[in-house]
């Protein structure tokens, strides 16, 4: 296992206090592992017009929050990224795309479904919940052999309805708006693995950071997100194998067979 996991955190707006920021709830997340001079997700965060100077090689996951303005350079080096085994993270919320944009986005290649148009509710008391939708994936196993961690309370007030373009097969639903319409998708690309949120990761669109089972399942989804990068891999004897689980497939045990059994 390596010392850290490397996750490059790309926040789609720069400039604001952090509770605000999209992706500040899902550092918090990553940083509640580990201890502070031996962090189990070695983090940095950057801005979408910073990914071009990133040597993207160097992360095994990337996470986007709320990105709108990635430049078509900066989808392809994503792209290669995930293809060889990298896992991308992308958290959808309002400014992903507008009803003028949609579908003409560089990142439009990497979601799992075609973002359509952003719904909102209209109020608290029309708020959307969430069900798990896959209850024996090892990014949802924890959560959904119990009911005490908050996610049958979730409220969602914004989110997008998609439709499925299926990039690779292996898409999976994990977790469900109550109305069916899908909320947190996996797929493979390559090598590598997609997770898409189809609402956003701060408190704007959904009190889910505020409920218990918000950390397990974000240390769940990076985890696994990482492991792409050790499957379908040739190695030469003698060469080392790392490779990150997901805390659900830890639990489960795994066995390491030779060669010539």
Known sequence: VPDQVPVLLVEGQGGLPEPQQELFYVR???GSVGDRTRPVFGVKTILPQQIGQEVLADQAVIILGDVSNASAESADQLERFVTDGGG???????????????????????????????????????????????????CITEIATHGRGGLGSVHVTGRWRSKPVAIEIGATTLIAFSDGVPAIRV?????????????????????LPAKPDFVPLILNIVSYAAGGQ????????????????????????HVIQRADC
């Open 28 to 30: 918090t997340a990553l």
């Open 88 to 138: 991308l993270v992308i958290f959808c919320g309002e400014q992903s795309g507008t009803k003028a944009e949609v579908g003409k986005s560089a990142l439009d290649r990497l979601l799992i479904d075609r973002l359509e148009r952003f719904e909102r509710t209209d109020g608290e008391a029309a708020a959307l919940g969430l069900r798990v939708a896959a209850d024996d994936h090892p």
């Open 187 to 207: 797929a493979t690309k390559g090598r590598g693995r997609i997770v898409t949120f189809a609402t956003g990761a701060n408190m704007q669109w959904s009190n």
């Open 230 to 253: 050790s499957a379908q891999r040739d190695l030469e004897v003698g060469e080392k194998l790392e490779m990150a689980i997901a805390m659900g497939d830890a639990r489960q045990g």
